[in-house]
């Protein structure tokens, strides 16, 4: 049988790009994400590529779904071999004017989720000694930017929970990695750009050359299929030893 992949998120950006490798690369794929059009995704590019795939729109701020995403996944494709944390949120705005209830959900949908499905999967995975857990972090997880309190402390736990997965997987034959792209021209980034622009009082191509592509080496957004090509990396039977690693995709900008 195939291998099964569940990706977080991923009915649109960077979790579609990943999710539509890892078909064509003959994965088994449990689509997620909030789309209305999310099951439609799946068996388009499940039939594209002839792959078994399916969809929910779990709740990721409840651990209760995202224990029955996990189940599903594994009950509708027949095992769950590599886990994509992926999901995420962002929100731009000054510490002081930060709204309470945005950091909250900021810090449950990028960071507690990773947990919680992990949780969920690490039992099964343990059980086959085999499992793959990636995490997309951010180079917000190893750097800081400002107005970003909520997403720069999201992504900067991701990194610790990933190292602690990796000790307590090793045993078992499951690793966990952590993906560290900068930016990357998704409808989320999108969304960043206007609302940098607000903050900075800025134009939107100000923000993109004077701020999102400032900290890089080499001024271009990451793209997605350099992302997918990692994650399929880390994903492989081979990858044994890789794992408890932060790969930065970032254009530099951590070199510095």
Known sequence: MNKTVLITG???GIGLGIAEAFAKNGYQVMFHGLES???EIAKAIGAKYNVKTDYSNAN????DSIKRLIEDSIS???SLDV???NAGIQHVAPIEDFPEEMYEKIIAINMNSVFYTSKAAWKHMKAKKFG???NVSSVHGIRASEFKSAYVTAKHGVVGMTKVM???????????NAICPGYVKTPLVENQIKDQAKAHQLSESEVIEKIMLKKQAVKQFISVESIASMALLLAADHATTITGTTFTLDGGWSAQ
Do not use: H, M, V, W
Request: net charge neutral; with cysteine.
């Open 60 to 63: 990721l701020l409840d651990s």
């Open 10 to 12: 991923s009915t649109s």
């Open 37 to 39: 059009n999310g099951l």
């Open 83 to 85: 886990l994509i944390n």
């Open 166 to 176: 990796a000790l307590e997987g090793a045993p078992y034959n499951i690793t966990c």
């Open 76 to 78: 509708k494709l027949g």
């Open 132 to 134: 793959r857990i990636i």
